[in-house]
């Protein structure tokens, strides 16, 4: 999960800067734009409060010949009215206009403080030199420039081998609360230059996301601004990818879409440790997803695994209120692989003993077997440490 | 909200001591009991995973005169398979035998750590010495011998006339993490010489209950073993109440049970402050009560609540991913009685700065108008420190 230095997808050029918008005088705008007409898929939040930018790509009639995204960071643009919505519609024109491209090639995200007006003249101000400085080598810089939280840049490649050629995918993501399954995600975009049909890109970055994003949980909060997105412009000089190259294509792109999904809730506010937990046995998937999500968002859970307690008394209380069936005397539980629980009891405490010191590393799992059926779900979750208190608490004041 | 220093209700006795399950020696073994026969109700948890007091108090054919409660505190006796039942049924008959009452005539409750098991001769050897000390006044002593992690303990008086007589109810309650909507609850016993038909005391505890122990919020986890129960002995010697003498009755019984709930709310882990959510406008109260309960353990708000941050941003977001209708430009929101959302936007700086050292206090509001529909709930929740974390990551190892 080590972030690659550099991150070049033949076709897109890049560039961040700090438009002034974040106080710190940290970069707070970024450009990413393919040279050449791309076949786009977007993946939005699921929060009925939108957004400005968001309900402005919802509003596209089509969202799959877009070129490129203009992402600023340290301000939301949510719950700031029909101001709000000026102001996506103001920044897209004039950066498109400033990269001459046609009105509305780009996806445009925001992500930062909520319910303050976006600064609408300070990143007009910047476009002409962003648009100056973009490169082939900017993506790593563009990432830097859509970070908030983040205690470390998002990013990573796959490449892979297609009808004799390389195909490459690069990524950038950001994002470190405000997790939880069932939304878009958290910002995250994607650049390849292979050739893609639009409703095989769609697919792909729909159960790509499904996989990654709407796998992980640091808070259970969903944010207003979260996207995922996919721009795919065929510089590659294959034509679109079908059967085993589009297969290759969509496996390249879930582990991409894991790796940056894994880093945001390793990055997880204040967290220090990463746990997945997996429930089987039961009664449905939806049932098991319930009991997935339950765990994941318990602070009960989640300051025992920060404390590296031991502490399955806990897990097994929350599957109890999950709104799910459960017997008691069927669960069987792991903590990092030793059997903990058999039957609802505690089978053998020299399990726990084994157990103990693996619960202090940075990632393990936990497994819950139901015993009921053949349901299963999984999450990756983030320890509630007091630093994600510290951070929250004193984020806005 | 403060706690009489004496409870003395007619016809009742109690006890409290230490009976060596907690190691530091502090009160772990209580028992009240009445002196006449009593007409008694009871609420359960609903956890599915229920503790072995909690399966062997569902699994009593009546539950509608006991006498009395015997209480341990430092084990929760849950997880514990058979041995946990039979330890159940083993103190039960000692408690009777000691109490000269027929078996099976006291509640038996548990309340601590989970998956260990309940030191059986430990209790019965303390129980001929602490049936020897039982009195009018023990009832103060035996609440605090219920307590766990509670930072003060949680008891109530409240007295009426009715036939020309005095009727008293005393209560005792516990409980400070594990606390959430739709449960029994914590522990919370009540006591009282008046004299009710069982279905009225039915009655009057179930909606006293969903009045108060449901409408609190500390961590959104329920407990194995949460119990409230109602123990009504006529000592007092007017027959059962009836018509307005009741309805005072089920008054008292309400204004108790909320005052112990929230008691035990600010006396939540680490809890700083005390917030009151209310959700109007809802499409219906389903919907409401789906909103209040994602704002109440979102750990964005409650961190936000702990730094005095006037973020409603949070909870607009919470809104949006509750599950439920929302339209953002028609909530209007609240803190602490000032509108700081008008149709979605921010209307006006001079009520954020009003509002600003207002929720700096240890209990305010927020109201969150929806606009759609005449659907309302509300409930109360502690804020997400750094004491919560610290307590939960160290209560165990």
Excluded at 179 to 187: D, E, K, Q, R, V
Excluded at 308 to 333: C, F, T
């Amino acid at each position: 999960m080590k972030s690659p230095e550099e991150i070049i997808v033949p076709g897109f050029r890049a560039a961040g800067t700090a438009c002034g918008i974040k106080r710190s005088g940290k970069p707070d705008l970024a450009v990413v734009v393919s040279d050449l007409p791309c076949v786009s898929a977007v993946v939005l939040t699921r929060n009925k409060v939108a957004a400005a930018p968001v309900a402005w790509a919802r509003s596209l009639r089509d969202r799959s010949g877009l070129r490129g995204v203009l992402v600023n960071s340290g301000n939301a643009n949510a719950c700031t009215g029909a101001a709000g919505a000026a102001a996506v519609r103001e920044t897209s024109r004039a950066a498109c206009a400033a990269l001459g491209l046609p009105g509305n090639a780009l996806l445009v995200g925001s992500t930062g403080v909520i319910g303050v007006p976006l600064p609408v003249g300070k990143i007009v101000a910047a476009l002409p030199g962003l648009a100056r400085r973009l490169s082939p080598e900017g993506i790593v810089e563009a990432g830097e420039a859509i970070r908030t939280t983040d205690a470390f840049p998002k990013r990573g490649v796959r490449r892979l081998r297609a009808g004799g050629r390389t195909v490459t995918l690069g990524g950038i993501a950001k994002g470190a609360g405000m997790i939880a399954p069932n939304m878009g995600t958290m910002l995250a975009y994607i650049f390849t230059d292979a050739a893609l049909a639009p409703a095989d890109a769609r697919r792909a970055l729909r159960e790509g996301t499904d996989a990654s994003f709407n796998r992980i949980v640091v808070d259970g909060d969903t944010s207003t601004n979260d996207t995922a997105a996919l721009f795919a412009n065929g510089a590659c000089g294959l034509p679109a990818l079908k059967g085993s190259d589009l297969a290759a294509f969509r496996e390249a792109l879930r582990s991409l879409l894991l790796d940056l999904a894994l880093m945001i809730v390793r990055d997880g506010e204040g967290a220090t440790r990463v746990v997945r937990i997996a429930v089987t046995g039961a009664r449905n998937d939806a049932q098991a997803e319930k009991a997935v999500r339950a765990v994941a968002t318990s602070p009960l859970v989640k300051t025992a695994v920060h404390g590296a307690d031991l502490n399955w008394g806990r897990v097994i209380a929350v599957l109890g209120r999950a709104g799910i069936d459960v017997d008691p005397s069927r669960i069987e539980m792991r903590f990092a692989g030793e059997l903990l629980l058999r039957r609802g009891m505690r089978p053998d405490p020299a399990a726990e003993r084994r157990a103990a010191p693996r619960i202090r590393r940075d990632a393990y799992g936990i497994d819950a077997d139901l015993g009921l059926g053949k349901g299963s779900a999984h999450a990756y979750f983030s320890d509630l440490s007091v630093e994600y208190v510290k951070l929250n608490s004193g984020y806005r004041s």
